[in-house]
T-cell receptor, first 111, second 115 residues
Framework: DQQVKQNSPSLSVQEGRISILNCDYT??????FLWYKKYPAEGPTFLIS?????DKNEDGRFTVFLNKSAKHLSLHIVPSQPGDSAVYFC??????????FGQGTILTVHP | DTAVSQTPKYLVTQMGNDKSIKCEQN?????MYWYKQDSKKFLKIMFS???????INETVPNRFSPKSPDKAHLNLHINSLELGDSAVYFC??????????????FGPGTRLTVT
């Protein structure tokens, strides 16, 4: 049972435009959500997070939106840059010590 | 000055063999993790150690045994390797205080191939 799902395996965007990555979850006990970014041959790196008591968190070009009623979160990148090309993982937590990850979305930003 | 390092990066071995993957972090973190990225690309937690104490042990076969000699090291030993063990294994670390544990620092991964 995959409790966190990223249904789009890949996304292609033009440089300067907005990238929107989506994530759905099923476990209503999740209270904290994160996005990680991964380059080839490297481990994931933390990007941005949001608590379930909020519906938006912004950090520079990156904004995460949370819709608890729909059990959906999204990551917006504006403007997108070629260096943003990577795999993006959504993750969620309900208990101390355990993150549940989605399967990732490959973002390609074309110059 | 690598934060979280793993050795080896690649590991090719035959079924039935025993192998180990080593992980070291120099961030001063007190919690370390092992994840498995399966063929469907999901990253799944296997084990977590806090101050050398096992705190998370997901449904993992007994053939997998983690060992934490100190807070900076977490090794993974796998006995009697099977074809289904082929995956990328990631080590990670974090601080345990407050919300900090969620922001985990990952190693580059070890690609294990069992033939």
């Amino acid at each position: 049972d995959q409790q966190v799902k990223q249904n789009s395996p890949s996304l292609s965007v033009q440089e300067g435009r907005i990238s929107i990555l989506n994530c759905d979850y099923t476990n209503s006990m999740f209270d904290y959500f994160l996005w990680y970014k991964k380059y080839p041959a490297e481990g994931p790196t933390f990007l941005i997070s949001i608590s379930s008591i909020k519906d938006k968190n912004e950090d520079g070009r990156f904004t995460v939106f949370l819709n608890k009623s729909a059990k959906h979160l999204s990551l917006h990148i504006v403007p997108s840059q070629p260096g943003d090309s990577a795999v993006y993982f959504c993750a969620a937590s309900a208990r101390w010590g355990k993150l549940t990850f989605g399967q990732g979305t490959i973002l390609t930003v074309h110059p | 000055d690598t934060a979280v390092s793993q050795t080896p990066k690649y590991l090719v071995t035959q079924m039935g063999n025993d192998k180990s993957i080593k992980c070291e972090q120099n961030l001063g973190h007190d919690t370390m993790y092992w994840y498995k990225q399966d063929s469907k690309k999901f990253l799944k937690i296997m084990f977590s150690y806090n101050n050398k104490e096992l705190i998370i042990n997901e449904t993992v076969p007994n053939r997998f045994s983690p060992k934490s000699p100190d807070k900076a090291h977490l090794n993974l030993h796998i006995n009697s390797l099977e074809l289904g063990d082929s995956a990328v294994y990631f080590c990670a670390s974090s601080q345990s205080k407050g919300l900090a544990w969620r922001e985990q620092y990952f190693g580059p991964g070890t690609r294990l191939t069992v033939t």
